[in-house]
């Protein structure tokens, strides 16, 4: 049984979203995600400034014998990527949703309307379960 | 047909297998195989020889070849008549080697991952880059791989090339532009090396990369030190096709600035072999190592904290990303890099200077003598390392001239008329640590009187 | 358990040799007499110092960390890992075949032209097809080639193609082939029968198809029966059919692709005609094509002149170019020639019925022990599901390494990605009822032990020079070459 965190919102493509301060979002792949891909060992993140489209590919993850994309759950800019995770990826499988968030992201339109586009964690357990 | 040295089967295995199958014969395990479509007659392919006979078929058609052990050789061009260390085809022959597949088991093929380990550590070294691959196709496969990488990299399409590159390497280069959709701009060269002021303008804000080989296809070592500042300007990506051997006195492509750096191994060990099978090298700096096509051997521990080595960085190659893969290589010329490998700990850090600095000193005991032949005269004025141009009087006819020194027992030198226009009635010459000071001679006095 | 072995840099001792070369009898000039300080190394490549007993030794060690066809059992479902025949070894090293230049003049290289015209013909004849060219390095720079090939015979046409048609069983150099070579990938389904599912197939095609890749048989082992609906299909909406020769071993003399309604085939001579695969290369992947394609052959193919002579014919406007520098990897062609010669076209056609039978025997033997997701009659492989054994904690890689410790290269895993804990098998004709029985009797045993013992078979291997290799730590913390310069 993977984790579902309760406060975060989350995507079809089992990324997270945790509003953290003004417009901006933080954003990572969930405990489900990181268990289906296994040993991940490398993420390639969007640069800082980037534009980042709802659905969208940013960057990708691979694991030791896949590699998927990372789709970004909202519409806006990259305002911070995780460094660490350049030297630690395995961060994001020990700990998805806190050591191993991935990017920052400055919503462009309304916060709680993109949010509110994304799913609840109710909504979201009863996809992986 | 019945028996064969290579078929265990025998009638009764054959019944009983059958029987445990639960068929009647062989035919019906190919039942499913619709009429129309199959096969009726016998094959009008060439016919069954036993082994004495197919000895003696083979060496016919051996023997009707000029080969290197019986003609001195001058001709090079991208193929060298090096000599080959003994050692190297003892141990290319130890079947462990030879008979195995790639190492996807590590457990049972650290064999040829540490070869391999030490093969990307020998190019490394070589070449002063960082990361270095498992070896691809060969040199100029390997170039065309570059500059689709450097594309992937810098989001541009447009690669520039000087026209001193090997024009096979240039002609692959074009085939697999046309199909990754990459613009190939070429450059012209100026006394047997790349002309700098038109290369400055070809290289532009949408230049991928800068593509050249040093020494180049007419010998001539380019000047790398002018060219990488007029590439870097434009954040384009330098890629430098260079002959291994050269690199025991040449500067490592790593020292002067390379971001890629290509080759073929075949001056260390690798018998010509009408080209091929050789072996490919890729180098590349650091930020491309996620980057760089094919097969990488890590280093790593097994549970008991063992040194082990296994493949790795496996997310960039196709087998995992399919249509998403930016290189469609899945082997490598793993016991070409093996021959490589064993040349250079043949050769050591003495004897690959060694070498080289005999090529250097024989090709330009060559071209002193024939130079003062009459009427033969060296276009060029860059500096070589162990191959370079000479123009022959006007209207001689390269191919006659070939003709007569074969009859006299060497192989001598490209027709460069060929793939220069421009060049006609030049002639591109190799002269390797192989040549005798006799056979120097020999080929000069030869080719004086042919002329 | 065997010690760690050392790098080959770390056995080095300053002062020793492994070389020897002539004394220099020509003027003795400075190199920076020659070529200017600022072209030369600065510092010496730091090579190992070793003698040659020191060599030797070192990678006959190596060589003893390594498993090949000589070893033993090599099952390896796709690779056709067949015994590499000695006398292909010693032919290919004849001074006649390995010590000349493609430069040559060409009557100096009239028995190597010979070998490969005659090879071109024969390997045409093996596939119905009209010519070949032998210039690809391996079979997947092959399908590049045939797919470069079908673009332009569709652009000659005046027709933009953009899209290639794969099964999702097809091997992973198929999408990535088609990508290099500037095309979309589009993949169909199979369907319960493992096969090409022709509904699907139907509504892919259209008017942007330009090829469908296939392999026949499959990658499942299992001959596409409707393969002649498949090519009406493609071919009705215009597109091309490509044969991936990756299974070829099944088929010799019993079936042809050109018959079958392919248009551009390769073959890899590194699996059906038994040339070493040599640790992951060299080898080789021939392309053969229909009369329509023959125009768009990379150049130079080779040629048999009206007197008799045979030559290289560069005069080909429309080719795509080139795709290897040379003329290909000659040395594997001369191999591939020497084993044709072994058989003849009777010897072949027994080569690939026994392939077959040699499959089926273990498939049968094996069924009762393991899921067998597509029953009948296989070809030359066939594929097993090891899902029965993860009610035990055991995966298809733990019963895979099991097998490492008893002897065996492994069967292939995981692939096609379509079977569950897929196990794929391809015994060869080279191998005798007595090895095949063995096999199939660790297999059993393994099973038992997975359901006795399973942390034997999680353990596994135990016998080997190391144990299973961290490969998280090796690709997030990359270590590639030993660094000995710095």
């Known amino acids: 049984m993977s984790e579902v965190k309760e406060n975060l919102r989350y995507s079809e493509e089992h990324e997270w979203a945790e509003a953290v301060e003004g417009k901006t979002v933080r954003v990572g792949i969930t405990d489900h995600a990181q268990c289906l891909l296994g040993d991940i060992v490398f993420v390639e993140t969007p640069e800082v400034g980037a534009g980042v489209y709802a659905g969208e590919s940013m960057g990708s993850i691979e694991s030791i014998k896949t590699v998927s994309e990372l789709y970004s759950p909202v519409t806006g800019k990259v305002t911070r990527v995780n460094a660490s995770l350049v030297d630690r990826p395995e961060q994001v499988n020990r700990d998805p949703y806190g050591e191993g968030w991935i990017v920052e992201i400055e919503v462009e339109g309304d916060l709680e309307a993109e949010l509110g586009k994304l799913m609840t964690a109710d909504r979201y357990r009863q996809i992986v379960d | 047909m019945s028996k064969h040295r290579y078929l265990p089967m025998t009638e009764q295995d054959e019944a009983e297998m059958l029987k445990t199958i639960g068929v009647g014969s062989v035919q019906e395990l190919f039942a499913d195989i619709p009429p129309s479509i199959r096969y009726s007659g016998v094959l009008p392919i060439s016919g069954r020889l036993d082994e004495s006979a197919l000895l003696k078929h083979l060496r016919g058609l051996a023997d009707r070849n000029a080969d290197f052990e019986r003609h001195a050789c001058f001709l090079g061009a991208g193929l060298y008549d090096h000599h080959l260390p003994v050692v190297v085809n003892h141990v290319i022959s130890r079947s462990e080697f030879y008979t195995a597949y790639t190492p996807y088991q590590p457990e049972i093929s650290q064999g040829e991952l540490q070869a391999i380990f030490e093969f990307q550590s020998y190019i490394c070294e070589l070449t002063g880059m960082k990361v270095a691959n498992a070896s691809m196709y060969d040199g100029a496969t390997a170039l065309a791989e570059a500059a689709a990488l450097a594309s992937g990299a810098t989001k541009r399409k447009r690669v520039v090339v000087s026209r001193a590159v090997h024009p096979e390497a240039r002609e692959i280069l074009m085939t697999s532009a046309r199909g990754l959709g990459l613009q190939v701009v070429e450059v012209g060269c100026r006394d047997g090396v790349t002309d700098l002021a038109r290369l400055a303008e070809a290289v532009d804000d949408d230049t991928a990369a800068v593509l050249v080989q040093t020494p180049n296809f007419f010998g001539g070592l380019e000047d790398i030190r002018a060219i990488e500042p007029l590439v870097h300007a434009r954040q384009s990506l330098l890629v430098m096709s260079v002959n291994p051997m050269s690199l025991g006195l040449l500067e490592a492509p790593g020292e002067l600035g390379a971001d890629i750096a290509v080759g073929d191994a075949q001056p260390l060990g690798i018998p010509a072999s009408l080209g091929g099978p050789t072996c490919g090298f890729f180098a590349v700096s650091e930020p491309l190592m996620r980057r760089i096509p094919g097969r990488i051997v890590g280093q790593t521990t097994d549970r008991d904290g063992k040194r082990g080595f296994v493949l790795t960085l496996q997310a960039r190659e196709q087998h995992i990303r399919r249509e998403k893969a930016t290189s469609n290589i899945c082997s490598n010329q793993a016991l070409m890099a093996l021959s490589a490998s064993v040349y250079l700990s043949v050769m050591g850090k003495a004897g690959l200077i060694e070498v080289a600095r005999l090529n250097v000193r024989k090709s330009h005991y060559a071209a002193g003598r024939l130079a003062s032949v009459p009427g033969v005269t060296l276009p060029f004025g860059a500096p070589f390392f162990n191959e370079f141009v000479v123009k022959l009087p006007a209207g001689t006819d390269v191919t006659a001239l070939n003709a007569k020194l074969l009859q006299a027992g060497f192989i001598g030198g490209y027709d460069l008329g060929s793939a220069y226009p421009e060049l006609e009635g030049h002639v591109l010459l190799a002269v390797t640590e192989r040549r005798t000071k006799d056979e120097i001679d020999g080929f000069v006095r030869e080719t004086e009187a042919c002329l | 358990m065997k010690p760690e072995k050392a790098l080959i840099f770390e056995m080095s001792r300053p002062g020793r040799v492994a070389y020897s070369l002539p004394e220099c009898d020509v003027t003795e000039i400075e190199t920076s007499s020659a070529i200017p300080e600022a072209m030369l190394r600065r510092k010496p490549a730091e090579l190992p110092e070793v003698c040659e007993v020191d060599v030797i030794r070192h990678y006959t060690e190596l060589s003893r960390r390594n498993f090949g066809i000589d070893n033993g059992f090599y099952p390896l479902g796709s690779c056709t890992m067949k015994y590499n025949p000695k006398i292909n070894e010693d032919v290919a090293r004849f001074a006649g075949f390995a010590k000349i230049h493609p430069y040559q003049p060409e009557e100096s290289i009239q028995g190597a032209l010979e070998l490969l015209y005659t090879l071109q013909n024969d390997l045409a004849a093996l596939t119905g097809m009209e010519q070949v060219t032998l210039q690809p390095a391996a079979g997947a720079h092959g399908e590049w080639t045939g797919l470069m090939l079908i673009r332009a015979y569709h652009e000659s046409r005046g027709e933009t ?6 099964p999702d069983t097809s091997h992973g150099t198929n999408p990535a082939s088609a990508t290099v070579a500037g095309f979309e990938t589009v993949t169909v389904p199979s369907d319960a029968e493992g096969m090409v599912d022709l509904e699907a197939l139907r509504a892919a095609v259209g008017s942007d198809t330009a090829a ?46 050109g018959d079958m309604g392919f248009d551009v085939v390769h073959l890899n001579l590194h699996k059906t005609m038994s040339t070493p695969h040599g640790g992951g290369g060299p080898g080789a992947g021939p392309v053969g094509v229909k009369r329509e394609l023959v125009p768009f052959l990379p150049r130079p193919t080779v040629i048999r002149r009206e007197d008799g002579r045979y030559g290289w014919d560069w005069d080909r406007p429309r080719s795509i170019g080139r795709v290897k520098a040379y003329s290909g990897n000659f040395g594997i062609l001369v191999r591939a020639y020497a084993y044709i010669r072994t058989y003849g076209p009777e010897g072949l056609r027994r080569v690939s019925e026994l392939a077959v039978l040699n499959a089926n025997y273990m498939r049968s033997r094996l069924s009762p022990y393991f899921d067998v997701p597509y029953p009948g009659v296989c070809k030359h492989e066939f594929v097993l599901s090891g899902k029965r054994l993860k009610e035990h904690g055991v995966r298809t890689l733990d019963a895979a390494k099991r097998l490492l410790d008893f002897g065996y290269h492994p069967p292939t895993i995981y692939f096609p990605l379509n079977v569950e804990e897929c196990l794929m098998i391809e015994p060869t004709e080279t191998e005798s009822k007595e090895t095949l029985d063995a096999f199939i009797e660790t297999m059993i045993r393994i099973v038992r032990e997975a359901e006795t013992d399973p942390q034997l078979v999680l353990n596994a291997p135990h016998t080997t020079a190391v144990k299973r290799l961290d490969e998280a730590t090796a690709a997030r913390k990359p270590v590639l070459n030993c660094s000995c310069g710095v």
């Open chain 3, 212 to 257: 469908l890749m296939l392999t026949n048989p499959n990658t499942l082992g299992l001959f596409e029966k409707r393969i002649v609906e498949i090519a009406e299909i493609v071919h009705d909406a215009g597109g091309l059919l490509y044969y991936d020769g990756a299974n070829s071993n099944a088929i010799m003399g019993i079936a042809r692709p």
């Open chain 3, 161 to 166: 193609r953009t899209k290639v048609i794969v």
